[in-house]
């Protein structure tokens, strides 16, 4: 189990240029935009704009601050918010981002397809299986024993058996492949 702190995320351009992003965990470890196998990153959207395009990448965003209307191409539009379900989408397809009411902070999950996939879910206390998971806190929160910050995330490996979310609230990661 490894204690990823908020705080130590360092500010990286979008790849299109239009914001910048926190990298929260990557695998294999510094990996880059071209060669990561999955990645977690959060971001803040001030202004509406296109998202950056990630040939062969799946992605799956959850809302944790202020609202988002999603555009995907050939897809309905989505508005997500924290208390809305994650939105998975295709990496390559073109998406644009209106903010609703902002900014918004938000939490992206990229896997490569046909690599790995990813499963995100809330999570409000309880038990996370032994398994290859993120676990990120939306509050403070305890798991394992170990007091979490806002937005600070807990990387498990299957070694690490069943692991209790004490108290918070967290968004939990399950990644296969």
């Known amino acids: 189990m490894r204690l990823l702190r908020a705080a ?13 992003t926190r990298e929260v965990a990557a695998f294999p470890e510094g990996a880059g935009f071209d060669d ?7 971001a803040e959207v001030r202004a509406d704009g296109p998202f950056s395009v990630f ?8 809302v944790l601050e202020g609202r988002l209307r999603l555009e995907v191409e050939g897809r309905p539009a989505v508005e997500i918010g924290p208390d809305s379900p994650p939105a998975a989408f295709r990496g390559d397809a073109p998406t644009h981002g209106a903010v609703l009411a902002g900014p918004v902070l938000d939490l992206n999950v990229m896997t490569r397809r046909g690599q790995a996939r990813a499963h995100v879910r809330r999570l409000d206390g309880g038990t996370v299986p032994a398994g290859d998971h993120l676990l990120v806190a939306t509050e403070p929160a305890r798991a394992a024993g170990v007091p979490l910050g806002r937005h600070d ?17 967290a968004w939990l990661v399950s990644f296969e492949g």
């Open 36 to 42: 990561f196998l999955w990645r977690v990153s959060m």
């Open 8 to 20: 130590d995320r360092v500010p990286v351009p979008w790849k299109n240029g239009g914001g910048v």
């Open 55 to 62: 040939p062969g990448v799946d992605r799956v965003l959850a």
């Open 153 to 169: 995330a807990l990387a498990l490996a299957p070694a690490d058996g069943p692991v209790a979310l004490e108290s918070g609230r």
